[in-house]
C-alpha cells in the first residue's frame, strides 16, 4: 500500500485526495493542510438568502475538468451558466464608465462595426482594429520564434491604447499581474495559436465566432464552495490533517520524510512559494525556478436588501492611472442567476497588486468603507449593505512572466529526475479552477496505475 503525503490542502490538494479516494487502489493518504478550512481560496459563503464568493466565482466554459468533476460529484443540477444575453462588461475612463463594444473575445473584436460605434476608443485605435485583418500575413511574419510579453504581442497587433485599456484591465484581474513582464505564451496561449494559423486575430476570432456559441462562464448555483465541499466529502476523513503545517520534507534512498514521517510520495499543491523553500534541501536548481512574483487579492463582497440601478451587465474593469484603488466589481445577481432573494443586489469590490497590500493591513471595517466610497465614486451612492464578506488572499495570484513554460519544462524535468513527487497548484500550469482539477486528477491516475 502506497504512503501518499498531499501537502496543501486548496482545490488542488482536496481534489488530488478525492480522485486517490475513488481511485479504487488501495493508499494510505495523508492531507495535511495549515489552515482549519479546505478549498484555499475557494469559499462560498450562505446567508440570507445570498450566495457570496470569497474567491473565485466560477469557471471557464470552455474548459471542461471542472464541469465534469460537477457531474461526477452528482451536482449536475447545480450547474449554472452566465447571463450572457446581457452581458456587457464596462471600463472607468476619465470619470465614467464605457462599455466594451460586443463581440469581443478580450481584446480583440468579433464585431467591428461594433468597435466603430463605440466611444471607448479614440479614431486611431479604431483604425488599428480595422486595420489589423489586412496586415495579416506581415504579423505572422514577425511572430517572434520565443516568448513574448503580453505587452509586446497586444501592441503589435493593436497599439498601445488598446493595451491601456482592455489588455491591462483584464489580464490584470485574472492574474493580478503586469501586461509588460506576463508571458503571452503562458496566458494567452490560444491568442498565441491564432496568430500562427491566420496572421490577424480579428480574422481568427471572427472564424471562430460562425460555431455554436456557448455561455462565457460556468458556475454551481449553491456557490464554488459547493465543489469543494462535496469532494471533501468523499475523502476518508482519517486523510485529513488541519491545522498541520509541514515544516521539512527531505528526500529519503526510499521516498520522503514529511516532518520526520516516511512517505512512499509526495504531492506539493502548497503556494508555489512555500513548495519552493520546502524543496530546497532536496533541489537547489528547482527551487530558482520555482521563484516568481506573487500578487495578492482583496475581495469585498456588499449585499444589499434594497434593489437599486446598476449599469447592464457584469461589471466593471479599472484601468491603471484612473485615480481609484480598485481593480474591478462584479454585479454577481446580473452575472449569475440565483445569487439574491428577491429585490436584492450583490456587488463585488476586487483589489489587487499594491492596492491589495495597503489593504491588507487594514482592518475588515475600514476595508469594507473603503471599498463602498470607491464603488460609491464609480456607480452613485449606495445603500447601506445587510451583509458585508472580506477576504484576503495575500501572494494567491503567481505571475507567469516571459519564458514560464520554458522555466516549467525545465522544472518538471528536474522533477521527474527527484522521483515520487508532483507538483499541483496554480503556479505551474494555469491558474483557473480547471486547470488545477485537470492536473490533481492526472496525478492520481499516474499514483493509482
Not at 46 to 58: A, C, H, M, S, T
Not at 158 to 174: D, H, M, N, Q, R
Not at 241 to 253: A, D, F, S
Request: hydrophobic residues 45%.
Amino acid at each position: 500500500m502506497k504512503r501518499i503525503a498531499i501537502l496543501g490542502g486548496g482545490t488542488a490538494g482536496v481534489a488530488a485526495a478525492y480522485f486517490l479516494a475513488q481511485s479504487g487502489a488501495e493508499h494510505d493518504v495523508t492531507l495535511f493542510e495549515a489552515s482549519p478550512r479546505l478549498g484555499g481560496i475557494v469559499e462560498t459563503v450562505r446567508e440570507g438568502g445570498f450566495v457570496i464568493e470569497g474567491g473565485p466565482d466560477g469557471w471557464v466554459t470552455e474548459k471542461p475538468w471542472a464541469l465534469t468533476l460537477a457531474q461526477e460529484l452528482g451536482l449536475g443540477d447545480e450547474v449554472i451558466q452566465s447571463l450572457d444575453d446581457t452581458r456587457k462588461t464596462y471600463i472607468y475612463l476619465d470619470g465614467r464608465l464605457e462599455a466594451m463594444p460586443n463581440g469581443m473575445r478580450m481584446m480583440v473584436p468579433g464585431d467591428l462595426q461594433a468597435v466603430e460605434a463605440s466611444a471607448l476608443f479614440s479614431s486611431e485605435a479604431k483604425k488599428a482594429f480595422l486595420d489589423e485583418p489586412a496586415r495579416a500575413d506581415a504579423l505572422k511574419a514577425a511572430a517572434p520564434d520565443d516568448d513574448e510579453s503580453v505587452a509586446s504581442f497586444v501592441a503589435r497587433h493593436f497599439g498601445p491604447e488598446v493595451l491601456t485599456k482592455i489588455a491591462a484591465p483584464l489580464l490584470s484581474g485574472v492574474f493580478g499581474g503586469d501586461v509588460n513582464t506576463l508571458s503571452v505564451r503562458a496566458v494567452m496561449p490560444a491568442f498565441v495559436a491564432m496568430e500562427r494559423e491566420y496572421g490577424s486575430l480579428v480574422t481568427a476570432v471572427q472564424a471562430k465566432a460562425k460555431g455554436t456559441q456557448r455561455p462565457i462562464f460556468t458556475t454551481l448555483r449553491s456557490g464554488v464552495g459547493t465543489l469543494v465541499e462535496a469532494m471533501a466529502a468523499k475523502i476518508p476523513l482519517r486523510w485529513i490533517r488541519r491545522n498541520e503545517p509541514v515544516k521539512r520534507l527531505k528526500r529519503t534512498g526510499e521516498g520522503w520524510l514529511v516532518d520526520g514521517r516516511p512517505f512512499d510520495d509526495v504531492l506539493l499543491a502548497t503556494p508555489v512559494d512555500v513548495a519552493a523553500h520546502l524543496l530546497e534541501p532536496t533541489d537547489h536548481r528547482a527551487y530558482e525556478l520555482m521563484q516568481m512574483e506573487a500578487s495578492s487579492a482583496v475581495v469585498v463582497g456588499f449585499c444589499f436588501q434594497e434593489n437599486f440601478d446598476l449599469p447592464q451587465g457584469f461589471g466593471f474593469l479599472v484601468p491603471p492611472g484612473q485615480g481609484s484603488l480598485l481593480m474591478a466589481a462584479t454585479f454577481m445577481d446580473q452575472k449569475f442567476p440565483g445569487r439574491i432573494p428577491s429585490g436584492g443586489r450583490l456587488v463585488r469590490a476586487f483589489f489587487g497588486g499594491a492596492s491589495a497590500l495597503r489593504l491588507m493591513r487594514c482592518g475588515n471595517d475600514e476595508i469594507a468603507s473603503i471599498a463602498r466610497m470607491e464603488l460609491a465614486r464609480i456607480l452613485g451612492p449606495l445603500p447601506t449593505p445587510t451583509i458585508t464578506v472580506v477576504r484576503r488572499w495575500p501572494n494567491s495570484l503567481p505571475q507567469y512572466a516571459v519564458g514560464h513554460l520554458g522555466r516549467m519544462a525545465e522544472l518538471e524535468s528536474r522533477v521527474q529526475t527527484i522521483g515520487n513527487l508532483w507538483l499541483l497548484g496554480n503556479g505551474y500550469r494555469g491558474v483557473g479552477l480547471p486547470d488545477l482539477i485537470r492536473d490533481a486528477r492526472k496525478a492520481a491516475q499516474e499514483l493509482s496505475a
